[in-house]
């Protein structure tokens, strides 16, 4: 096989780990607004692929890197592969957290609904541009979709500002939640990683959108 059919290979193994993580976000955020208990053990049971992907993509371009002696942007594409499913592996991991947190908890329906909506919806917008910029390499679009990650801080400083300014205690969900919530600012944290790893294989620039 030549370099390049197995260079597109590896990239479809990564936007494969990408759709999976988008999937199991996206029924996470779900989960937590419904209280949905079946939905969450499906997210926390999907963990396992994930993970299982990300050491698939380690272990193939271990093998593309000593059979084929990759150079410049392939070589890159290698190490910037690593990083981006460590990236991807991390959100996987914080859809397993809200999974985990719906299970233990009793569903509670509280004023803060469509705002936990706003940023779980956010943060799938944000999601998609990534996995964009990921099928594309265009670098003006990651520069774009990293930005994009201010609107999901700008909401998640807001609840928890009126969070805090509540005084009516039956109005104020779990203290647990906000931990929760911030999983899911994390993840938006780690998809603005992605869009550095992107820019760096295809300029080879090392970008820090902090």
Not at 3 to 17: A, G, H, K, N, T
Not at 161 to 187: K, S, V, W
Not at 192 to 204: L, P
Request: glycine share 6%; proline share 1%.
């Amino acid at each position: 096989m030549r370099i390049e059919e197995r260079m597109e290979e590896y990239q479809e193994e990564i936007l494969d780990m990408a759709n999976r993580v988008r999937k199991s976000m996206d029924m996470a955020i779900k989960a937590l607004i419904s209280g949905d208990k079946e939905l969450a053990l499906e997210v926390i049971e999907r963990d396992d692929h994930i993970n299982y992907a990300d050491e698939s993509i380690n272990d193939s371009a271990v093998e593309i890197l000593s059979l084929m002696q990759p150079v410049a942007k392939d070589l890159r594409w290698l190490i910037g592969g690593i990083k981006i499913a460590s990236d991807l592996e991390r959100i996987g991991d914080y859809s397993k957290n809200i999974g985990r947190f719906v299970i233990k908890n009793d569903y509670l329906e509280t004023p803060y609904d469509e705002e936990i909506e706003e940023i779980g919806n956010l943060f799938l917008e944000n999601f998609d541009a990534v996995v964009g910029v990921l099928k594309s390499q265009d670098v003006k679009q990651a520069y774009i979709a990293a930005e994009l990650d201010d609107r999901l801080d700008d909401a998640f400083k807001r609840i928890m500002n009126r969070f805090a300014d509540d005084t009516d205690a039956a109005h104020r969900f779990p203290l647990a939640t906000t931990g929760i919530l911030r999983n899911i600012e994390r993840a938006g944290d780690h998809s603005k990683n992605i869009c550095e790893q992107v820019i760096y294989i295809v300029k080879g620039q090392h970008i820090d959108f902090g």
